[in-house]
């Protein structure tokens, strides 16, 4: 079993409607979570983190954990073909993330 | 916001050669740096954690005498790609911990092609 699993996709879905992308991780002693977002040739960029379960906003950004369930995800609201990435859910180990294998959004216009 | 720079931005070399990459934490001081590789498609590898002060940690498979990683100052730490050959060309990002020591923060990256 993966530490950390994501849906590689592509996910679709049309300009301005909700996006969902979803991970798991193994590890139930986990504490921070992280995601990142990966546009193609470039490197990874934090968009949000999220310690305690329940939810965090931020801007059109939403991240949810759920600890008891080992379940992390991330909502983007009125999406935009901008969206248009990869994006990366890790999880703090001890001494380093784990990082799933990302999952490929396409924001259609 | 933290910044991490990475130089250079990308580097053609002869096989057989060496290849320096530096990735300097900017706006903060970082105990800590990673260094990943990326191929085309797939995901992020990483390939060793740099303290600074001692020495790498180096993930399986991963030979530390041909990737030699310097974490000589809070703010600079550096992989040297030692005789290069074709199948070293990769995206190599650097990361660095954030003083709170719980998020990390990713360099540009350096695209390297071996000849």
């Known amino acids: 079993q993966k530490e950390v699993e994501q849906n590689s996709g592509p996910l679709s879905v049309p300009e301005g409607a909700i996006a969902s992308l979803n991970c798991t991780y193994s590890?139930?002693?986990?504490?921070?979570f992280f995601w990142y977002r990966q546009y193609s040739g470039k490197s990874p960029e934090l968009i949000m983190f999220?310690?305690?379960?329940g939810d965090k906003e931020d801007g059109r950004f939403t991240a949810q954990l759920n600890k008891a369930s080992q379940y992390v995800s991330l909502l983007i609201r009125d999406s935009q073909p901008s969206d248009s990435a990869t994006y990366l859910c890790?999880?703090?180990?001890?001494?380093?993330?784990?990082f799933g294998t990302g999952t490929r959004l396409k924001v259609l216009a | 916001g933290a910044v991490v720079s990475q130089h250079p931005s990308w580097v053609i070399c002869k096989s057989g050669t060496s290849v320096k990459i530096e990735c300097r934490s900017l706006?903060?001081?970082?105990?800590?740096m990673f260094w990943y590789r990326q191929f085309p498609k797939q995901s992020l590898m990483l390939m060793a954690t740099?303290?600074?002060?001692?020495?790498?940690?180096?993930e399986q498979g991963v030979e530390k005498d041909k990737f030699l990683i310097n974490h000589a100052s809070l703010t600079l730490s550096t992989l040297t790609v030692t005789s290069a050959h074709p199948e070293d060309s990769s995206f190599y990002i650097c990361?660095?911990?954030?003083?709170?020591?719980?998020?990390?923060?990713f360099g540009p990256g350096t695209r390297l092609l071996v000849l």
């Open positions: 990361s660095a911990r954030s003083p709170d020591q719980e998020t990390q923060y």
């Open positions: 590890d139930r002693g986990s504490q921070s």
């Open positions: 999220i310690y305690s379960n």
């Open positions: 890790a999880v703090s180990g001890t001494y380093k993330y784990i």
């Open positions: 706006d903060f001081q970082a105990t800590t």
């Open positions: 740099s303290n600074e002060g001692s020495k790498a940690t180096y």
